[in-house]
């Protein structure tokens, strides 16, 4: 089961099977965010010692998915550039609650939200790039893919009396139209390219 309320536009697998190396540029950048994030939430929500345990695993996972990245961009020899960010996560986390204990509910499914995407994109890219790239993209599928399934199994075990699914689906129409809307700037999570 899917918690993403649309699917990638063809537009976007297209260019991203196209402009595959400034993707994985950002892709780099898109494993720092993640480490960055779930130490983040270590930090703001102490107290919560199973999901402080649970990020700190998931941390050092895409730190060593970041490695592998600009292993991969050796390899491949794409340089490591500094990027503008996109207007995806900014555009989530517009959306999240600003008071406790719905803020702590929505940056669960944000991120949720943000490894389904992952996943979701690493299927679609897989048999479309060239050789390792398409085959670390496979396996990259289903690291994300565990990774949605903890931000979720929190959530939940955080709703307490908030209608967890309610809310799952109104961020996921926010996330629906970031990625489904054309997007000046292309990036792993953008939407199709346009104006």
Request: charged share 30%; with cysteine.
């Amino acid at each position: 089961m899917t918690i993403l309320a649309a699917a990638t536009p063809a537009a976007w697998v297209d260019a991203a099977a196209e402009r595959w190396r400034p993707l994985l540029t950002d892709h780099a950048n898109c494993e720092k965010k993640a480490a960055s994030t779930a130490l983040a939430l270590i930090f703001a929500y102490p107290e919560d010692t199973a999901l402080s345990v649970a990020l700190a695993r998931l941390a050092r996972e895409e730190l060593r998915h970041f490695e592998q990245v600009v292993r991969m961009m050796r390899t491949l020899e794409v340089p490591f550039e500094r990027q503008k960010p996109g207007r995806y996560a900014a555009g989530l986390r517009r959306h999240a609650a600003s008071a406790e204990p719905r803020r702590k509910l929505d940056l669960m499914l944000i991120g949720a939200l943000i490894e389904a995407r992952s996943c979701e994109r690493f299927r679609l890219l897989a048999p479309r790039l060239p050789p390792p790239l398409g085959g670390f993209y496979a396996d990259l599928e289903r690291a994300e893919a565990r990774h949605h399934e903890l931000y979720i199994e929190h959530a939940k075990a955080n709703a307490g009396d908030i209608d967890w699914e309610q809310r799952l689906r109104r961020l996921a129409e926010v996330e629906a139209e970031l990625v489904t809307s054309p997007d000046p700037v292309f990036r792993f999570h953008s939407g199709p390219p346009g104006p």
